[in-house]
């Protein structure tokens, strides 16, 4: 069974599930799914990529604010619980998943080896600054482990890496 640990920002949409159900397509897929249980990026950099894209309602918009970490936490799991729900009923043949409650590049790398995983597929919105300079969890993956890192953004087909 080829194993993907897969590192995404939030639950998955509907185009990311069908992405990955059918990445592997016939071979059956074993999926790890990991949410951060908080954004470890800066206010700078999420106001620099909200800039870019033209997102200017999010500018000075901090989604996280005022959310304890428990209350973090939780919706972490309630997103890494709809997309193991979501990437079952799509027909990947073994899904589970967790929240990263520490540096999730470094959980990811963990879990690779571990599960002795095939690749890491990490989704995430675009983060232009972070993707620029390098410092985005694929770029930190790739550097970390001697295997393939697919990121893409979530809801499309781009590949950023």
Known sequence: MFTTVLLTEKALSDHDVRRVAHLHDPEP????VVVPSHDDRSELAEAVDDIARADFADVLHDEDAGRTPSQLASAAEREVEASIAALLSAGVAQVDGEVAGGNPVDRVVELARSLDADEVV???EPH???DWTRRDWASRLRHSLDL????????T???VS
């Not at 897929?29 to 790890?32: A, E, F, P, R």
């Not at 393939?148 to 809801?155: A, M, R």
Request: aromatic content about 0%; glycine content about 4%; charged content about 5%.
């Open 157 to 159: 087909d781009q590949v």
């Open 148 to 155: 393939p890192v697919l990121h893409v953004v979530s809801g």
């Open 128 to 130: 232009l600054l972070a």
């Open 29 to 32: 897929v074993h999926v790890h």
């Open 122 to 124: 990490v989704i995430t």
